[in-house]
Each structure stands twice: as C-alpha cells, then as structure tokens.
C-alpha cells in the first residue's frame, strides 16, 4: 500500500495517508480562506493558501489515515465555537494539519506539509475565490463542490460501509 507522509515545519508531528487518496483539490471557500489569515497572522507557521486563494488538500478516508509521531502536540482551532469544522495545528510550530468535517468519513490533510502530494485534480468553491484571481484550466474548476468531488466522497463511504470513524477531541486553541 501506497503512503504519503505529511510532517510539520520542526517535523515533531508526523500524519500518514495510507492507499489512494479521495482526491487531491484547491477549495477557495470562504471559511478556508478566513482560517488561512488567521493562521497565518502571527508569522508563526507556514501560509496556507496560495497566492490565487485556494488551499490545497489531500482527502483521505478517516480509516485511511495514521498519526504516527506527535499526536500530543496537536490541537484544534474552529471559525466559530459551534462549527462542525476544525482545522488541526500542530503546536510545536503552529503548523496547520489537516481540515475535519467532523461529521464525515474523510480527513483533508493540507497538502503543503508533504512533498509528495499528487497534482490537484480540481478545484471547489471557486466562486469565493478572491477578486482577480485567476484559474488556469488545467482540471475542472468548480463554482461550488461539484459532482465529481460529491461522488468520490460517496465511493468513499460505500467502500468504508458507511462508517465515520471519529478522530479524537483535541485541546482547542483561539484563534479569533
């Protein structure tokens, strides 16, 4: 089986992404655009959106996926207290992880904390990307989720029979 390793900046925190992943995206929806500023605020970690806005995911099933070193270190951070959507930082550096719809089956591991990410396969959400922001049209640019995004997800959750492992609560940070 396939593995794609995703670390940290210090490389205290290590997450493995184990078989194909889902897909490999750039969502420019506005919350993900929101906490790439706020993470990035304090110059402590690496940006997370690219220059056009998008941030650029690697969707793994949650039963596809191994916290393998730092576990201890990582913490959550959410836009709003009631948000169903966390964002996943890893303390040690201020390093953020990965993004959980923490009601869903897939994890989406930011793909600037790997080397090895495939290339994006589409692009979602493109109708909150930033004013002038350009897309080439190298893959399928999609104004919202789109129905080949949908449909991986599902083909996900049937070949998982319809399971939605839980990650752990982690210790919640401000991010406000």
């Given at each position: 089986m396939?593995?794609i390793?995703?670390?940290?900046?210090c490389?205290?925190?290590?997450?493995?992404?184990?078989?194909?992943?889902?897909v490999s995206?750039?969502?420019?929806?506005?919350?993900c655009?929101?906490a790439s500023?706020?993470?990035a605020?304090?110059?402590k970690?690496?940006?997370l959106?690219?220059?056009?806005?998008?941030?650029?995911?690697?969707l793994?099933r949650k039963d596809?996926?191994?916290f393998?070193?730092g576990?201890?270190?990582?913490?959550?951070?959410?836009?709003?207290?009631?948000s169903a959507?966390r964002?996943?930082v890893?303390?040690c550096?201020r390093?953020?992880?990965f993004?959980?719809?923490?009601?869903?089956h897939?994890?989406?591991?930011?793909?600037?904390?790997t080397?090895e990410a495939p290339?994006?396969?589409?692009?979602t959400m493109?109708k909150?990307?930033p004013?002038?922001?350009?897309?080439?049209?190298?893959?399928p640019?999609y104004?919202?989720?789109g129905g080949?995004?949908?449909?991986?997800?599902?083909?996900?959750?049937?070949k998982?029979g319809?399971?939605s492992p839980?990650?752990p609560?982690?210790?919640?940070?401000?991010?406000q």
């Amino acid at each position: 089986m396939t593995e794609i390793n995703f670390a940290c900046q210090c490389n205290a925190v290590h997450i493995v992404g184990l078989g194909r992943p889902i897909v490999s995206s750039a969502c420019y929806c506005s919350d993900c655009q929101a906490a790439s500023k706020v993470l990035a605020s304090d110059g402590k970690g690496p940006p997370l959106a690219g220059s056009d806005g998008g941030t650029r995911v690697v969707l793994f099933r949650k039963d596809r996926v191994s916290f393998s070193k730092g576990n201890d270190l990582l913490v959550e951070a959410r836009l709003k207290p009631d948000s169903a959507t966390r964002r996943v930082v890893a303390s040690c550096c201020r390093t953020p992880m990965f993004l959980e719809y923490t009601k869903g089956h897939w994890i989406s591991l930011y793909a600037n904390t790997t080397g090895e990410a495939p290339p994006v396969a589409m692009r979602t959400m493109t109708k909150d990307r930033p004013p002038g922001a350009e897309l080439p049209t190298d893959v399928p640019n999609y104004t919202e989720f789109g129905g080949r995004f949908m449909a991986r997800l599902l083909w996900a959750w049937v070949k998982m029979g319809f399971r939605s492992p839980k990650i752990p609560a982690l210790k919640p940070i401000d991010i406000q």
